[in-house]
C-alpha cells in the first residue's frame, strides 16, 4: 500500500457487483480510480466508492492512453523508501491492476518465511479490455484462423 503508482488512463471499464465488466467506460477524474497522477495505492484503497466496494479495492482494467499502435510507457510502480522502480511498457490496450484484495491467510511461505496477506502484493496484467467478446463498444478480441496474434509487455526494473 505504499508504494506509488502510475497508470496512464482517463477510463477503466465498470464492474458489476459480481466483478462482471458492465461494458461502461467510466471516467476516472474526480474518483479515487485516478493514476494519472502517481499516487500511494493505499490512498483511496479504502474510500466508500461504490467500484472499490464492489472489489474489496482495486481489480479493475484501464483504459490505456493510446498515442499509437506501438510499444509505450503506460504505468510506473515505485517505493520510495527501497528505491525500487518498475515501468510497464506495452502495445496492448488495457491495464488489469489488482491490489492483492483475495490474498487470504496463505499457508505457503513465501520468501525469508513469509506469510502473504491481504494486499500483499500487486498485478498489472496488459491485454484487452476483459470481456470483450460481450461488448461491441470493446476492440474485439477475436482471432481467426491462420491469423497471427503478437502483442508486447515490457517490465522494466530501474
Known amino acids: 500500500m505504499n508504494q506509488k503508482l502510475y497508470i496512464n ?14 461494458g461502461n467506460l467510466i471516467d476516472v477524474t474526480n474518483t479515487p480510480m485516478d493514476f494519472r497522477k502517481a499516487k500511494l495505492i493505499g ?9 472499490l466496494n464492489y472489489a474489496g479495492g482495486y481489480d479493475h482494467c484501464f483504459v490505456i492512453n493510446k498515442k499509437n499502435s506501438g ?3 503506460i504505468a510506473v510502480l ?8 518498475m515501468e510497464v511498457y506495452t502495445d496492448s490496450i488495457g491495464v488489469q491492476f489488482y ?15 513469509c506469510l502473504y496477506k491481504n494486499r500483499s502484493g500487486i498485478c498489472l496484467e496488459t491485454g484487452f479490455l476483459p470481456d470483450s467478446i460481450n461488448h461491441k463498444n470493446f476492440p474485439s478480441p477475436i482471432i481467426k484462423a491462420n491469423e497471427v496474434y503478437n502483442t508486447t509487455t515490457i517490465y522494466k526494473f530501474i
Open 71 to 73: 510499444i509505450e510507457k
Open 99 to 113: 491490489a492483492g484484495n483475495f490474498i487470504e491467510n496463505n499457508k505457503l511461505a513465501g520468501k525469508q518465511n
Open 9 to 22: 488512463a482517463d477510463k477503466f471499464v465498470e464492474i458489476d457487483n459480481e466483478l462482471i465488466p458492465t
Open 43 to 51: 490512498k483511496d484503497i479504502n474510500n466508500n466508492y461504490e467500484q
Open 78 to 85: 515505485s517505493d520510495d523508501l527501497s528505491g525500487r522502480i
